[in-house]
């Protein structure tokens, strides 16, 4: 099957509560996820005497139940050897704790990617009630209203720390998700030795603070997460823990090192299916991104608030939580806009940030012709 100008081996997921051999000693199976995505794709990796988990699904019960009929049914009567995650979003974290409870097995990560996830664990995110989040959102042009509604939504999804500690204390299976205690660490470079296969850490940034892939030059295949995805685009946001970021320009960044990777690479992404044509989707990514940057330029002829620019990225009216995500993405537009001098901000009287146009008829004679229509909705991913 080929679209959008990739091509993908597999035209459909793998039914729940089973696996696909889409390498040599590599596994596909999904998770249920809620919302327009549906799934979330995680791997095994099969070693001589055991199984490597890539990534572990939603903190749900619907979850862990599936992830036990795999362990009943598709490991061929080897243990499970390890857990590695991509990176600390809620989807491929949620099951880490079981996982490595239950087999008692090392627990994979980069640190940035880890302490955030324990932070994350803890019950803090950026929708936290602090008055540094406040003010965040409320420099963007943002209602407080919206920040304390998603915030409630946030502090409905996540397990306290003391739920999270009891759980443990009993010996039981939780429904909700416990992480890991400690840790391995991933480093750009790393290699891991699995079933014979060599496979190399590969660091990329901006969806997150250290999102590790593994590439596999034998076997020609990168496990991405949620890096490089054939047909959504990652959310790559600003968040309240650190309002000066500039993720867009870490995202461009490690998608150039990526470029590097050979055009036959096989890519298991986290969401979507599996594809070849890697450089070309980086390409479209950096285009697609390129675009938007230089539709808000175009836009900010007169003063804007990020809040009024979100009509350029999205189409649909967005709801508490999409509103904050679509933010974030707002703004990390405008940062790099800053870093690149093609936008200048001034905080007004009433504490919001405006951003202004250096030169947009600059803009203009980049992208003479019209501009990629705005996304539906912000990706949840």
Same mark, same amino acid.
């Given at each position: ?21 889409? =390498? ?71 099951? =880490? /704790? ?19 996830? +324990?932070?994350? @664990? ?27 509604? =998603? ?5 409905? +999804? ?18 909700? =998700? ?17 079933? /014979? ?77 599996? @594809?070849? /044509? ?35 990225? @999205? ?5 508490? +939580? ?28 009433? /504490?919001?940030? +405006? ?27």
């Amino acid at each position: 099957m080929s679209t959008n100008g990739l091509d993908y081996p597999h035209a459909e997921h793998p039914p729940s509560a089973t696996t696909v051999e889409v =390498a040599e000693s590599v596994r596909w199976l999904t998770m249920p996820m809620a919302g327009s995505l549906t799934h979330i794709n995680l791997y095994l990796l099969e070693d001589y005497d055991g199984w490597f988990v890539l990534d572990t699904g939603l903190a749900t019960q619907q979850t862990r139940e599936l992830w036990f009929e795999i362990f009943d049914n598709h490991l061929e009567g080897k243990p499970i050897k390890g857990v590695i995650c991509t990176h600390m979003h809620p989807d491929h974290v949620g099951q =880490a /704790g079981m996982i490595t409870d239950k087999f008692r097995v090392p627990f994979y990560m980069t640190r940035a990617e880890y302490y955030q996830a +324990r932070s994350m @664990f803890s019950g803090y995110s950026s929708y936290s009630s602090n008055w540094q989040s406040q003010e965040f959102y409320e420099r963007s042009g943002i209602d407080t209203s919206f920040f304390e509604r =998603a915030g409630q939504e946030w502090r409905r +999804r996540m397990p306290s720390a003391q739920e999270q500690q009891n759980a443990r204390k009993k010996n039981s299976e939780p429904n909700y =998700a416990v992480f890991p205690v400690g840790f391995r660490r991933l480093q750009e470079g790393d290699v891991l030795t699995i079933g /014979g296969h060599d496979w190399l850490v590969m660091i990329g940034s901006g969806h997150s603070p250290e999102h590790a892939c593994l590439f596999c030059k034998s076997l020609k295949v990168l496990i991405s997460g949620d890096q490089i995805l054939p047909i959504i685009t990652s959310n790559v946001s600003v968040h309240a823990t650190e309002p000066e970021a500039n993720p867009l320009k870490a995202w461009m960044d490690s998608h150039d090192r990526f470029l590097d990777l050979p055009e036959d690479t096989f890519v298991l992404p986290a969401h979507n299916l599996p @594809f070849y /044509g890697v450089r070309q989707r980086l390409r479209a990514l950096i285009n697609h991104h390129e675009d938007r940057m230089l539709a808000i330029e175009e836009h900010c002829t007169t003063p804007q608030t990020a809040r009024a620019l979100l009509p350029v990225l @999205f189409k649909r009216e967005l709801d508490a +939580r999409q509103m904050m995500m679509a933010l974030g993405e707002a703004i990390a537009h405008c940062h790099l806009l800053l870093h690149r001098n093609r936008l200048e901000r001034k905080l007004d009287d009433d /504490g919001v940030y +405006r951003y202004l146009s250096i030169d947009p008829d600059l803009a203009r004679r980049q992208h003479p012709n019209q501009h990629d229509a705005p996304d539906d909705l912000p990706v949840m991913v």
